[in-house]
């Protein structure tokens, strides 16, 4: 179902959903619901979201934002144990394809990419949102990272986005949008944040080349850059509590960002609308960045 006739929307929404208010429920419209119609749609897009855990997730806030516009959806669990968290929320979404990927194993990486060639035969969106270190090396000062630890951390979280848009490349002939997620402790020192600020300072400079690189090709690479939020991934940092109670009290807004919020950021930057826009990191973060 559409937005509602009045706006000319081409954005798909639940049965349930009040076109005149706004109101959509859990799949909230990002469009402006005017007669002027919609400022814009992911209609017709296809988004492969990579970092969904559970209703938490940022890429969860990020897929519901994709299909509220009307993107159709490709989505990926970790593996055996994460199935039954991420395939129920995949199926909310009505995704085309929902497969397991470990982004270690290359032959995993390469099936889902050889599965959305077969089935869609090209990609619109690509979502990276995923990050790991092993605790050990975590919770440790960074100068006593160890070698192991710092390679995991950057294999997973930072050069498995190349391997993706190395892979997405072919199939975005027509342009397309990779994006990542990254976090303000990657310019400035964030207690306890530790080895995740170099790994994400990479993660960044990775999208400014990649970007420069394929701006040519109409593919627009991005980093969101939300403020801290309480997901599975963040509860592995020492003091998390404290990290969140501190930002929101020092953020110009002194409201932490939601996933939602990333969502509707995410869902236009992937809209035809942001195509001109690359190579940035975007911070969503009630303005902590201009006083942090
Ligand atoms: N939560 C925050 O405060 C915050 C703030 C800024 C940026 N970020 C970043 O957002 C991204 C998403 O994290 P989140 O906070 O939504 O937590 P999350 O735990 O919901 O998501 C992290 C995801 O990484 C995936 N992952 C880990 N190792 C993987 C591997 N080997 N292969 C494939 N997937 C793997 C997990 O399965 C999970 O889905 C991360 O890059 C994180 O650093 C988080």
Known sequence: MFCGALSGCHV??????????????????????????????????????????????????CARAFHAQGADLAVT???????????????QLDASIVAPLDVRDDDQLTAVFDRIRDEWGSLDVLLHSIAFCP?????GRVVDCSREGFGVAMDISVHSFLRMIRLAEPLMERGGTCMTVSFYGSE????????????????ESVTRYAAAELGPKGISVHALSPGPLSTRAASGIDHFDALLARTAEN????????????GAYAAFLASREASNVTGTVHPIDGGYHIVG
């Open 135 to 139: 605790k050990e090396d975590l919770h």
């Open 188 to 203: 400035k020192v964030v207690e306890h944040y530790n080895v995740m600020g170099p790994v994400k300072a990479a993660l």
């Open 77 to 91: 669990y970790l593996n055996d144990r994460a199935e039954p968290h991420v395939r129920p929320l995949a199926e």
């Open 251 to 262: 953020t110009p807004t002194h409201q932490l960002a939601t996933i939602e919020e990333v």
């Open 12 to 61: 798909r929404h639940p049965a349930s959903a009040d076109p005149k208010s706004g109101a959509h429920g859990r799949s909230p419209c990002i469009c402006h619901n005017t007669k002027r119609g919609c400022v814009f749609s992911l209609s017709g897009k296809r988004a492969l979201v990579v970092g969904i855990a559970n209703d938490q997730s940022i890429a969860w806030g």
